[in-house]
Nanobody
């Protein structure tokens, strides 16, 4: 079992930055690939970014490429999402998720076994 707790969301003006983080329980954090997804009201949950267990491989959705970066610190059991140049359309609840360290289907939420409760990101224009 892995428990995930997100923090670091908030309200920011367009063009600003935020860095949500996701803390995981357990001693085998490096065995899990991690992902960030987001969901806006009335929309489906969409992939944002993913990272392999060692941090060697990262993937970012085209909609946030060049603005968002995913990273992890396995010593702290934490994964981060650095969000720069935020836009109003980035407004959503952001969720971190964990799965076995297999990056196949990394952008599909149904491939992840564990989810956090989400953190709200609101970008004002």
């Amino acid at each position: 079992q892995v428990q995930l707790v997100e923090s670091g969301g908030g309200l920011v003006q367009a063009g600003g930055s935020l860095r949500p983080s996701c803390a995981a329980s357990g001693r085998t954090f490096s065995m899990y690939a991690m992902g960030w997804f987001r969901q806006a009201p009335g929309k489906e949950r969409e992939f944002v970014a993913a990272i392999s267990g060692s941090g060697t491989f990262t993937y970012v959705a085209d909609s946030v490429k060049g603005r968002f970066t995913i990273s992890r610190d396995n010593a702290k059991n934490t994964v981060y999402l650095q969000m720069n140049s935020l836009k109003p359309e980035d407004t959503a609840s952001y969720y971190c998720a964990a799965r076995s360290n297999n990056m196949q289907g990394y952008n599909k939420p149904e491939r992840y076994n564990y989810w956090g409760q989400g953190t709200q990101v609101t970008v004002s224009s």
